[in-house]
């Protein structure tokens, strides 16, 4: 389920890792500006997966998860979606505004824009660092939340896609403060030719000429 596709190559894997740790810096630093304390993050992992695969990626197709959504335009177009487990959706708003919600599946207002704004980050960080790259000029709309299960949630999302790539580029991140230690997986959802504007912008920064 993991196996990438075979339009990927290993350079091209190598590029989004290199992306998924320079966006995770920069997520840390904008993380502790907006909460006043130190969050460390860090990509686990980066991959490519068929997008009829994400739900079972995510834990099932009937899985409770809860996820921000964004809009994505510019040079390249599509969605994303930050998936977090549900039943730790409270812990996650708690280590993000110091004081968690009692119940996980009823937010509060602060609770839910403090989860939204933690998407806003981590999408700013990962574009920013693709235009830093590869000078990829992308921005994304703003966040929304959804709690529900896996399959439903990207039966909902993938709606805005009429037309979209067969895979989602993934970079997991794990966020950690002192002894707590969360984990969120970014999906960017790529529309109908995005892949080779992205892999060709790969190879002309590098001047690398072919697949990489």
């Known amino acids: 389920m993991e196996k990438k596709p075979e339009i990927f190559t290993d350079f091209q894997l190598d590029a989004l ?4 740790n320079i966006g995770a810096g920069n997520a840390a630093t904008a993380l502790a500006q907006m909460v006043g304390k130190r969050i460390d993050l860090s990509v686990t992992k980066v991959m490519v997966l068929r997008t009829d695969a994400i739900a079972a990626f995510l834990g099932g197709l009937d899985q409770n998860v809860a996820a921000v959504h964004m809009p994505v335009y510019g040079e390249i177009g599509g969605v994303i979606l930050i998936f977090f487990p549900l039943e730790r ?7 993000l505004i110091g004081k968690p919600d009692v119940n996980s599946s009823t937010l509060s207002e602060l609770g839910q824009s403090s989860i939204k704004e933690l998407g806003n980050i981590l999408a700013g960080a990962y574009l920013n660092a693709l235009f830093r790259l590869f000078h990829i000029q992308m921005i994304h709309g703003l966040p929304g939340l959804v709690l529900d299960m ?4 990207l ?9 979209k790539e067969e895979v989602a580029i993934v970079i997991q991140t794990e966020l950690m403060e002192n002894e707590k230690q969360l984990t969120g997986s970014f999906f960017l959802l790529p529309e109908a ?5 992205l892999f060709s912008a790969f190879q002309n920064s590098l001047g690398i000429t072919g697949n990489g």
């Open 17 to 20: 890792k290199e992306i998924g």
């Open 89 to 95: 959706l409270s812990e996650l708003s708690g280590m």
């Open 150 to 153: 896996a399959q439903a949630i």
């Open 155 to 163: 039966d909902t999302v993938l709606v805005e896609l009429e037309q």
């Open 193 to 197: 030719g995005s892949l080779k504007r």
